[in-house]
């Protein structure tokens, strides 16, 4: 599993006239706390999070903030690494009142992802940049740009630097390893992403969670069989690694038995926490998707946004209308989705602003692209200023890549392939994007660059809503005489 946590050295701390000194080795990172059990408590839980015992990590980071509440990193990385969205938001206000507490490099990383928490873009990336420049020899601060570039910003190609050099730093540093894989696979370097991966396992090898990654990276290459073997040998090294078992219902449902991917999910959910019972959820219900079942689909995503809505989690409510909206036949119903789904976001919510702004992002994106199958550009135009309204505020890279891939199907359904082709490109991980970017190739005559495209889009093996609707048809398109065209259509079809 693609993880999300970091490590830090065990810091050496020196009492001097009650006032705490913080030392740390050459490649450590800050830990400033007055109390030896929270900082025991703090490195037990990074111990387990590097090994994606999600659960355990997080109370014990939880019992190093009550042990020290003014213990700050501790703090910020509940506010980061939390699965609840509101605890983030707490946490992170705790982060910020702690922060004069801490050493100065603690004091950049809080003011980093707290600023990014509240989309506060530039001075988060002041804060980043800043402790990069001063602490080049930290591992860990590398590992965290590449991870926060990654998974924060999906933007593989450009953390797969921060990555690499940490593992030069300490090659021996597991993490870095397991994440740079997943970059190049999500660029589509499989040899590389399999290469360092193969490491990783060899660091691990009594861990569940390097089988985990080793099956996802082989399911995203479409090697479902070796995937199914790699989640079922982390299941046997450690029965209770639930995302393994996800892992299973994602295969399945990639390889067609909708019936079976229930199933698996179905034992996921059984031991999940409340965000992840959301989350896994909406992958449940684009099984329904995948199979032509819409009314099975609607009941299922409804379902999801009833759980989410109780749960106060309103960017998981917005997803699940707006993943209704995307394989309506019926344009009407679909826009009643997408309004549900920004009423959702437009309540008032105890989340991170950042979260609210990426899912408005997807779904104004959404509206943009139903009305340009409806063929009403004009309205479509209106909805993309929205959206570069929204980037103003928040100069994310997820609101950015919504944007971009808009205004490249705008562009597309305009005739102005050449035009088009930077927006999307800029978006190309998205399978939308992919489809209108392809046609953007045949239409300048980049005909080499098309087939490369298709060919990643035919592989597309993420289980992603956005899979379940444009690559089946896709891959049916491509074996029929007929050439592919991007618009004109139903929003999901």
Same mark, same amino acid.
């Given at each position: 599993m693609l993880k999300f946590f970091i490590r830090v050295v065990v810091l050496a701390v020196l009492f001097c006239g009650g006032i705490l000194a913080c030392a740390k080795t050459p490649d450590g990172m800050e830990m400033t706390t007055k109390s030896a059990k929270a900082r025991a408590s703090f490195v037990d839980g990074l111990a387990k999070m590097e090994t994606l015992h999600i659960d355990e990590g997080l109370q014990s980071w939880r019992n190093a903030a009550k042990q020290d509440p003014n213990f700050a990193l501790a703090h910020i990385f509940l506010a980061y690494f939390a699965q609840d969205p509101t605890e983030q938001v707490r946490e992170r206000d705790k982060a910020l009142a702690t922060?004069?507490?801490?050493?100065?490099?603690?004091?950049?990383?809080?003011?980093?992802?707290?600023?990014?928490?509240?989309?506060?873009?530039?001075?988060?990336?002041?804060?980043?940049?800043?402790?990069?420049?001063?602490?080049?020899?930290?591992? *860990?601060?590398?590992?965290?740009?590449?991870?926060?570039?990654?998974?924060?910003?999906?933007?593989?190609?450009?953390?797969?630097? *921060?990555?690499?050099?940490?593992?030069?730093?300490?090659?021996?540093?597991?993490?870095?390893?397991?994440?740079?894989?997943?970059?190049?696979?999500?660029?589509?370097?499989?040899?590389?992403?399999?290469? *360092?991966?193969?490491?990783?396992?060899?660091?691990?090898?009594?861990?569940?969670?390097?089988?985990?990654?080793?099956?996802?990276?082989s399911r995203m290459a479409g090697r479902f069989e070796e995937a199914l073997a790699h989640y079922r040998a982390s299941l046997k090294i450690d029965p209770t690694f639930t995302v393994s078992q996800l892992g299973l219902g994602d295969t399945y449902a990639l390889m067609g038995d909708q019936v079976r991917a229930?199933?698996?999910?179905?034992?996921?959910?059984?031991?999940?926490?409340?965000?992840?019972?959301?989350?896994?959820?909406?992958?449940?219900?684009?099984?329904?998707?995948?199979?032509?079942?819409?009314?099975?689909?609607?009941?299922?995503?409804?379902?999801?946004?009833?759980?989410?809505?109780?749960?106060?989690?309103?960017?998981?409510?917005?997803?699940?209308?707006?993943?209704?909206?995307?394989?309506?036949?019926?344009?009407?119903k679909a826009l009643d989705s997408l309004r549900r789904a920004e009423t959702a976001l437009h309540d008032t919510h105890k989340i991170p602003q950042l979260l609210i702004d990426q899912e408005l992002s997807l779904?104004?994106?959404?509206?943009?692209?139903?009305?340009?199958?409806?063929?009403?550009?004009?309205?479509?135009?209106?909805?993309?200023?929205?959206?570069?309204?929204?980037?103003?505020?928040?100069?994310?890279?997820?609101?950015?890549?919504?944007?971009?891939?808009a205004a490249g199907d705008l562009l597309v359904a305009q005739g102005k392939y050449a035009d088009a082709i930077g927006h999307l490109e800029d978006d190309i991980r998205s399978p939308y994007s992919m489809r209108s970017l392809i046609v953007a190739y045949e239409?300048?005559?980049?005909?080499?660059?098309?087939?490369?495209?298709?060919?990643?889009?035919?592989g597309f093996n993420e289980p992603l809503i956005e899979q379940a609707i444009i690559v089946p048809a896709f891959r049916k398109s491509q074996s029929e005489p007929k050439a592919i065209t991007t618009h004109g259509h139903h929003l999901g079809q």
């Open positions: 922060r004069p507490l801490a050493g100065p490099e603690e004091r950049l990383i809080v003011d980093w992802l707290a600023n990014a928490s509240k989309s506060k873009w530039i001075p988060a990336i002041q804060a980043m940049n800043e402790a990069l420049v001063k602490y080049k020899q930290d591992r *860990h601060l590398a590992w965290l740009a590449g991870w926060w570039l990654l998974l924060a910003q999906d933007q593989p190609g450009q953390a797969i630097p *921060h990555f690499e050099r940490a593992i030069k730093i300490d090659p021996t540093f597991a993490d870095p390893w397991n994440e740079v894989a997943y970059c190049y696979a999500r660029t589509g370097n499989f040899d590389q992403a399999f290469q *360092h991966i193969k490491r990783y396992t060899e660091l691990l090898p009594n861990e569940a969670n390097p089988q985990d990654s080793f099956a996802e990276i229930r199933a698996e999910y179905a034992i996921a959910l059984q031991k999940a926490t409340k965000v992840q019972a959301v989350q896994w959820s909406l992958q449940s219900a684009a099984t329904y998707v995948r199979e032509g079942d819409w009314s099975g689909a609607d009941a299922a995503f409804q379902a999801a946004a009833q759980s989410a809505n109780h749960e106060d989690f309103a960017n998981l409510q917005a997803e699940a209308y707006r993943s209704m909206a995307l394989y309506q036949k019926d344009p009407e779904v104004l994106r959404a509206r943009t692209e139903q009305a340009i199958a409806g063929g009403n550009l004009e309205r479509a135009a209106m909805v993309l200023q929205q959206i570069e309204n929204l980037i103003g505020a928040t100069p994310d890279a997820v609101v950015r890549a919504s944007y971009n891939g239409k300048t005559g980049a005909t080499d660059r098309a087939k490369e495209l298709s060919a990643r889009l035919l």
